[in-house]
């Protein structure tokens, strides 16, 4: 791999050392093991501002503070994993909560930011998605000289806008209102580097989450407004987040379980959201 991008020779050599190293099993611990090792091992999306993301050589974000939180709860050290997101959730589950990647290495105890969701979760058996923290959903932000960001979106038609690749904002503002808007769309690597671009004057119209949006009115400038109004025609409702655990690491999930509302009312989850610009929204879940 060179400059974060995959390369055949990287994968190739990848593939050579799998078949002649020994795999190193794959193993997540359960809430006795982990207090014996005194390392809680955490699975963060990387890239993925607010949540988790690098500022220089830093590991920052809300999941990141979350995770050291729950750490401290439980008395024990953090360890991070930071991964690329594979082509769905089901693969990150594989890869980082019950088996581990072709290659081999060493499970992680929690991984962040898993959806809450019942149909989900049953065709994820081997995983157990327990103590939802955040309810995400969709939002707009515009600029502020040139948009007026509570019309309805098919007058944007004419503006630039920005949207992360193969999303779910990629698909409404590219296929919603008979196509209307796809020639000015434009598609970049996430939903902050929309939001980045409308906040630099590249674009004029980005849609992320809420929680992007929120956290990029916080990072300042006078570009950026949200719309306030709900986003017309569209058929995602929202959903919750919560931590994935090992089928057998039952235990360590029912301690989180109790545990994040026990953080929520002692203000330790209420602070890290704030930290970072972002509104806690209850899960729906809880």
């Known amino acids: 791999m060179t400059g974060g991008r995959f390369t ?67 008395g024990v050290k ?3 994993r930071d991964f690329l997101a594979g082509d769905d959730v089901d693969d990150d589950l594989r890869n980082m909560v019950w088996k581990g990647p072709a290659t081999g290495g060493t499970l992680s105890d929690i991984m962040m930011h898993a959806p809450f969701d019942r149909a989900f979760a049953l065709r994820n058996d081997r995983v157990v998605i327990v103590a939802p923290y955040y ?67 590249k674009s004029e119209v980005a849609m992320a989450t809420r929680a992007q949006v929120e956290h990029a009115l916080a990072k300042g400038g006078e570009t950026l407004i949200a719309r306030k109004g709900p986003i017309p025609a569209l058929t995602s409702p929202g959903w919750d987040i919560g931590l994935a655990v090992k089928d057998d690491s039952r235990d360590l999930g029912d301690r989180l379980d109790t545990l994040i509302p026990e953080m929520v009312a002692d203000k330790t989850i209420p602070a890290i959201f704030e930290r970072y610009g972002v509104t806690l929204r209850a899960p729906l879940a809880s």
């Not at 997540?28 to 050589?57: C, M, N, Q």
């Not at 969709?138 to 007026?148: E, K, N, P, Q």
């Open 8 to 74: 055949r020779r990287a994968v190739l050599a990848g593939i050579g050392a799998a078949a002649v190293l020994p795999a190193v099993p794959a193993r997540a611990l359960s809430l006795e093991k982990i207090h014996a090792t005194g390392i809680l091992r955490i699975a963060v999306y990387r890239d993925f501002e607010p949540w988790a993301w690098y500022e220089g050589t830093t590991l920052r974000g809300i999941d990141v503070d979350l995770g050291a939180a729950i750490a401290q709860k439980l």
């Open 78 to 80: 953090a360890e991070f």
């Open 135 to 201: 309810r995400e959903g969709f939002a707009l932000g515009c600029s502020r000289a040139t948009v007026d960001c509570e019309a309805p979106p098919v007058q944007f038609k004419g503006h630039h806008i920005a949207v992360e690749l193969n999303s779910i904002p990629d698909i409404y503002m590219s296929g919603s209102f008979g196509g209307a808007l796809r020639s000015d769309v434009e598609h970049v690597t996430s939903g902050m580097a929309a939001l980045d671009a409308v906040r630099a004057g």
